[in-house]
């Protein structure tokens, strides 16, 4: 048994944090041009997570599926691994 645990310590410390490039999940007009947000993320729930986090209320009203087409925009995201310990949005071009 206490193999197992060191196994799964030894793992999670060694997985390597991701980094998503996801397109902007608001539609036209209320992002003219869309754009991108970069998220440095250890699974595409956090990444989901991170980026519901910065939806204003407006948005939120505005669209009340606004996590389901976020979580559509993650699925089709560009995945780089990255060793870095920041997690959340790095990086964002908004329109």
């Known amino acids: ?39 440095v993320a250890s699974s595409d729930a956090e990444c989901e997570r991170i980026i519901a986090e910065t939806v204003d209320e407006y948005y939120r009203n505005q669209y009340p599926n606004y996590r389901e087409r976020i979580a559509n925009e993650i699925k089709e995201a560009k995945r780089f691994p990255v060793d870095t310990a920041q997690h959340g949005v790095v990086y964002e071009f908004l329109t």
């Open 1 to 39: 048994m206490r193999w197992r645990l060191a196994i799964v310590n030894y793992l999670e410390r060694v997985i390597m944090e991701t980094l998503y490039v996801v397109g902007y999940w608001k539609p036209f007009p209320s992002s003219e041009y869309g754009g991108v947000q970069l998220v």
